[in-house]
């Protein structure tokens, strides 16, 4: 019963998507509250796995935006609400978020396991294009202050399934390495000042 | 009611993502995983005073750019040459190949999508044919058929023009497409012998490319009787076919992290199959490998034509044939620079011009097509990639960054 109801509202949320993407270049705030539902107040989440939108790049936004759309990146939460999203709509939302401070997050590090995480980090030369501070830039996403259990996921699957439409390049920069490493370095990032 | 509805979805939206949880975790590794991981392919070859180095790859756009923002007037040409915005929204758009009846089929890269352009006269409409692939650039006709090749797909698509909706026959198994990804998306083209010329790139910045790398091959267009028809190829984006000698020339990205100024792009010209072009011990017009030696490791291979520039990304070629364009243009090679990211100072975001001897001698590079790149401030707005001649003689490019293509049109 539940889930019936939630796939309704899912559904709810996609017709409605559709509707306001003929909208101007302003999200509408109803638009935006589709998306903070989950990813919370100003885009700074406060669920555990979902990412921080608050000042993430505005480009890496869209694209990512496009490639669920797409179906290219499977994200099974956002995949029927992403469908039929127009470009316009999607630029809208990117400039939305992208220009809201990242909020930080409570974080209790482990002082080892981050500052294994740096030294891999350092040792990968992540700060490269995700710059020295990890804010990055473009089409590359900032990871200072993103969620630990996200950034996880994300690098698992940028490791073991790289995928149609995801950048070879990162795919690249993560093969071989293993769960404990990548923990390592989701708990650096997250535990960073955004 | 509107707002109730919104409460209503934002409330329920709500508790979707909580009911969700955290999310399931990937699959668990291998066990054994490897202890240490090579870096990735474009940081291969870079030293360590290049550590600190802020270069790497330029984002791409996978968005409509609306027309108006399109800088169109920033465009240079020479004289009696003019440009115009002739399709739009078509993000990532690269090689471009033009059907019987006149639909142009458009390939990308990221965004996954094959599309298709009508002209009408008045304007253009564009849909999409197929999407979804991995890295769908190269696009070919043949004989009616649309023939698309990914990095792990090949599709042809019998009679497209006439049957929009026609499902694609998969050639995947014939053409046996190996596994890496990096360098491995596709510009593909029919030569004038009929066969399907399909490049495979080395997967790597700069490594010992295991055996089906590195390499040109042509098939039959079914598929059947692959040959390896040049050797020591790098990353080709582009090729075509002298107008009068029949030879195929191709352009080949040179490596990375060996400094600003080398070593350079170069434009080959295959005049024997199974040469040997020099990669991964020699790059250009004789410079040697950093990291890969061996001894005298020019020997052998068949030098370029003429070198493109340093990083510059020379894409597409195309030998003009048109009635269009002054005399002078007869048989002239144009090649879509793309741009360098590898580079302090950017370099290329251009089309130039190639005019040589009839045996490939002194080849003369001239610009013909500037303005996506700013000097003074270092940015670039577009990237031009690809080209294809129109009946009418006018020339169409691709712009990857902006998704648009232009049209060229020469009068008096």
């Not at chain 1, 694209?63 to 797409?70: A, F, W």
Request: glycine share 8%; net charge neutral; charged share 20%.
């Amino acid at each position: 019963m539940r889930a019936e109801r939630v796939a309704g509202a899912v559904a709810l949320a996609t017709a409605w998507l559709v509707a306001a993407s003929h909208a101007a270049a302003q999200p509408r705030s109803e638009l935006v509250a589709a998306c903070t539902a989950c990813h919370g107040p100003g885009g700074n989440s406060q669920t555990a796995s979902v990412p921080s939108l608050a000042g993430q790049p505005k480009l890496f936004i869209e694209n990512q935006l496009v490639l669920i759309r797409e179906g290219l990146r499977e994200v099974a939460a956002m995949r029927e609400s992403m469908s039929g999203v127009t470009d316009e709509t999607i630029v809208a939302l990117a400039t939305h978020f992208a220009a809201q401070p990242p909020a930080p997050k409570p974080v209790q590090t482990d002082t080892d396991k981050a500052r294994r995480g740096e030294a891999t980090a350092h040792r990968m030369l992540c700060g490269t294009c995700h710059l020295p501070d990890y804010t990055g830039q473009k089409q590359v996403p900032r990871l200072a202050g993103q969620d630990e259990g996200y950034l996880l996921q994300a690098m698992k699957q940028l490791r073991d399934a790289p995928g149609p439409g995801r950048d070879t390049i990162m795919a690249a920069a993560l093969y071989g390495l293993t769960d404990a490493v990548l923990a390592d370095l989701a708990h650096y990032f997250a535990g960073l000042k955004p | 009611m509107l707002a109730r509805t919104a409460l209503a979805v934002s409330l329920l939206s709500l508790a979707a993502c909580q009911s969700t949880g955290p999310q399931t975790a990937a699959p668990a590794a291998p066990a054994a995983a490897p202890a240490a991981a090579p870096p990735p392919a474009w940081q291969q070859g870079r030293s360590p005073d290049q550590a600190n180095s802020k270069l790497a790859p330029h984002a791409g756009r996978m968005t409509a750019t609306p027309a108006s923002e399109i800088p169109i007037a920033n465009y240079k040409l020479p004289p009696g040459f003019k440009a115009e915005v002739w399709a739009t929204g078509i993000p990532g758009a690269r090689a471009m190949v033009r059907g019987d009846s006149g639909k142009i089929y458009i390939g990308t890269r990221a965004i996954g999508r094959v599309y298709e352009v009508t002209d009408t006269g008045a304007q253009r409409t564009s849909r999409v044919v197929v999407d979804k692939l991995n890295q769908p650039a190269g696009v070919a006709m043949k004989d009616g058929a649309l023939y698309v090749i990914a990095i792990d797909k090949a599709l042809r698509f019998d009679g497209i023009e006439k049957n929009p909706n026609v499902a694609p026959v998969d050639m995947t198994a014939a053409f046996k497409l190996p596994k890496e990804q990096h360098h491995n998306w596709k510009y593909i083209a029919f030569g004038p012998d009929g066969k399907l010329y399909v490049p495979f790139g080395a997967p790597c910045n700069i490594c010992e490319p295991p055996a089906e790398y590195a390499q040109i091959r042509r098939y039959n267009a079914d598929g059947s009787g692959m040959e390896v028809i040049a050797r020591g190829v790098r990353n080709t984006q582009g090729f075509a076919w002298h107008p009068a000698t029949k030879e195929m020339w191709f352009t080949d990205h040179g490596r990375d992290w060996m400094g600003d100024d080398t070593p350079e792009d170069e434009l080959n010209r295959l005049t024997k199959h199974g040469d040997f072009y020099g990669f991964p011990y020699c790059h250009a017009n004789g410079v040697p490998d950093k990291d890969i030696k061996k001894p005298n490791p020019c020997d052998g291979v068949t030098l370029p034509v003429a070198t493109m520039g340093p990083h510059a990304a020379a894409m597409g070629v195309h030998f003009y044939t048109g009635n269009m364009f002054p005399a002078e243009y007869r048989n002239v090679m144009f090649v879509a620079r793309k741009g360098s990211w590898n580079r302090t100072k950017k370099f290329g975001f251009d089309v130039v011009t190639v005019r040589m001897d009839a045996d490939g001698k002194n080849a003369k590079i001239e610009p013909f097509m500037t303005g996506f790149l700013d000097p003074a401030s270092d940015t670039f707005s577009g990237r031009p990639t690809y080209f294809l001649q129109l009946p009418d003689g006018s020339l169409l490019v691709s712009d990857e960054q902006l998704g648009a293509i232009y049209r060229i049109t020469y009068a008096r």
